[in-house]
């Protein structure tokens, strides 16, 4: 009894953990498409040069639309802005262009773990536009995301958002410029490079419970075949 208690157990710790790993376990431990570096790290691997992006937001009666901008194939970064973020005085519509910095930043103090992004408007916010970029299993989770006016710094941290979809990093600007998440160089963050992981524990944690739930059952398997046979042996004795 004990035995099969702790299999049921390990199975409904299993459901448990599985259910919150979104969008599923079965989905796997690495983003969904390989990460486009503009400087890949050795491990990468074959690369794909990171897209640029461009998108033209209306105006309607003197009001900016709620409307989105990321690179046309990868949307590493993607900043979303609220109707009216922009100062749209005069104007019928507003292009947004995201554009990958061609080098490689790393200012002192910082480590980045994602490309720089250049972000461009025709037309300054009014309201924060939020600000999300992905990020790779192959590197380091960043820890907040960083903002400059030009490539060559300064640099300051922008903040990171309490929660967000795995691989991301989440925050909000009120100036357009030069993007990149990572964390500072000095005290990189805990669980640093993972396996497969992008940042998160999670996965080794659910792969640890397979394992119990396979461990567990086997002595009751064992069990059971045992009986099996031992009974076969009585009926062939009579």
């Known amino acids: 009894m004990k035995r099969a208690a702790l299999l049921a157990a390990a199975v409904i710790a299993y459901m448990i953990a599985a259910w919150m790993v979104a969008p599923g376990f079965y989905d796997g431990f690495g983003p969904v498409q390989p990460y486009s570096w503009t400087c890949p790290p050795p491990q990468a691997g074959s690369n794909t040069r990171p897209s640029s992006g461009h998108a033209v937001i209306k105006v309607i009666g003197g009001v900016s639309d709620a409307a989105d901008a990321y690179p046309n194939l990868d949307a590493q970064i993607v900043i979303g802005f609220l109707p009216g973020a922009f100062d749209a005085t005069g104007k019928t519509t507003i292009s ?36 999300v970029l992905l990020y790779s ?102």
Do not use: M
């Not at 910095?101 to 536009?129: H, M």
């Not at 461990?215 to 069990?223: M, R």
């Open 96 to 131: 947004v262009d995201i554009t990958p910095l061609p080098t490689c930043p790393q200012p002192a103090g910082i480590r980045f773990v994602t490309n720089v992004y250049e972000i461009a408007a025709s037309a300054p916010l009014v309201k924060p536009a939020n600000l």
């Open 137 to 238: 299993n192959l590197e380091p989770a960043p820890a907040d995301v960083y903002f400059a006016s030009d490539p060559g710094g300064p640099w300051k941290s922008i903040g990171a958002a309490q929660q967000a979809q795995p691989y991301t990093i989440d925050t909000s600007t009120k100036s357009f410029g030069y993007f990149a998440a990572g964390y500072p160089s000095a005290s990189p963050p805990p669980g640093a490079v993972n396996v497969g992981g992008g940042g998160s524990t999670l996965p080794i944690i659910v792969a640890v419970l397979i394992a119990l739930v396979v461990v567990a059952g086997l002595p009751l398997a064992i069990l059971r075949r045992r009986r099996s046979h031992d009974e076969v042996e009585s009926e062939d004795e009579v």
